[in-house]
């Protein structure tokens, strides 16, 4: 199998740094108990592998591409993430491959040797956060950290049954990084376990403002969790009948005395992605900062990119300021039919992928296909910038698929704190 990563601290700088640094720097907690009792040593002995877009002092960030790393300067500032889960206790084991300039959910780069899927060799890996989550399926690490702009967390630890969280946006700061669409990049992480999961969170989110899912107003005395099950999603994916057999079982927890939660279905009039428009409000927002952020670089260097993000990369180029302005009012309009329907329910569950992941020898208008009706499930949370937790549940034809948590903002913790519900035997 071939390495995800693209450098290994051979001598251990980076966690040599970050030992003699945590006498006097420590990860910011906030006033609750359980933060102040992750503070210091809650990652201790867990192997921590970065996505190449992450900046490490002293390290070269080559996002991808090798025309990239030859034309930006190693950085002499760390990422603020990299640095809390450092100081944390976790073990620094490399940085890995990502898909070039993340502009890709396949996990696919030309400019590296093939990277397999440990637990479906036929398959791809799912990007771009690809390398990371490779690293810790084949347990050459136990956390992966990544980011996600559209679904770059959530498609990988989908295809590779890992649990995986995509951060509310702006939870956590993206500085120190190579940006994609700063207006939707989130940093998120990728374990095997949900225990792990959730004690990286805490870590990371230590300084961020977190809510409850229930209805939090002054006078409220239930704090019973109203899931919303998007049923036209839910039963169109490929893995709809494990789902049907999953929520029933959910149901029967559900109907029982202190659940906590109910279930509600949702029903496609009340949700209907192809008349919000979603894949393409997502699309085109995307693509036009994109450009912004990287278009002079690449009129300037001409780099050598593969021939499928090229050709979006172009695309990117051509979309209009009107294009901007009608996708920016149909992404508000968006933000409010969420917000609206959160008002009857307090978390949405939703297929993270429309099934497991393509064979490896998938042709290209197989995959474009694909990414077409990924983004259609992931532009939910990108354009509502809402946190979403992907739970590996089932294995169909012998590759992984799951469901998805989609929370309100500052939901994140919660949302782990619900999944940990959900799946307790």
Known sequence: MSSPFVSIPADS?????????????????????????????????????????????????????PDWLATHPVPTASNSTVEKLLDAGATFKGKTITDELAYSLHGQNKHYPQLVNPVAPA????????????????????????????????VPASY???????????????????????SFDTVGWMTRDLDTLEKVSH??????????????????????????????????????????KWLETLNEKADSDNAGFTITPITEHELDLSALNTAATFR??????????????????SPDIAHDIMLRLNWCETISEQEVDDAKKQQVAFQEYINSLFETVDV??????????????????????????????????????????????????????????VGKKGSDLALIKLAKALTAN
């Open 123 to 154: 398959h791809i890996p799912g990007g771009s956060s690809s390398g990371s989550a490779v690293a810790v399926s084949a347990h050459l690490a136990d956390i992966g950290l990544g980011t996600d702009t559209g679904g770059s967390i959530r």
């Open 13 to 65: 700088k980076v966690n040599a740094k970050s030992a003699s640094d945590s006498g006097s720097s420590s990860v910011t907690a906030n006033a609750s108990s359980t933060a102040c009792e992750l503070t210091g040593h809650a990652l201790k002995g867990y192997g921590l592998a970065v996505k190449d877009l992450f900046h490490i002092e002293g390290l070269p960030t080559a996002a991808g591409n």
């Open 348 to 405: 949405l569950l939703i297929p993270t992928t429309p099934g497991i992941a393509p064979r490896c020898d998938a042709d290209e208008e197989t995959l474009a296909n694909d990414r077409n009706a990924l983004l259609a499930l992931t532009s939910i949370a990108g354009l509502a910038e809402l946190p979403q937790i992907h739970m590996p549940l089932f294995t169909l034809q012998n590759a992984p698929c799951g469901l998805s948590l």
């Open 284 to 301: 085109v927002l995307q693509g036009a900062e994109i450009w912004q952020q990287h278009g002079q670089w690449i009129t300037d260097t």
């Open 203 to 244: 870590v990371c989110l230590a300084d961020a403002s977190q809510e409850t899912l229930s209805n939090t107003a002054d006078d409220a005395t239930d704090t019973t969790i109203r899931i919303g099950t998007v049923q036209h999603l839910l039963q169109s994916a490929k893995h709809g009948v494990l789902t049907t």
């Open 160 to 182: 590779q049954g890992l649990w995986g969280l995509r951060t509310t946006h702006n939870a956590i700061p993206c500085d120190n990084m190579v940006a994609l669409a700063p």
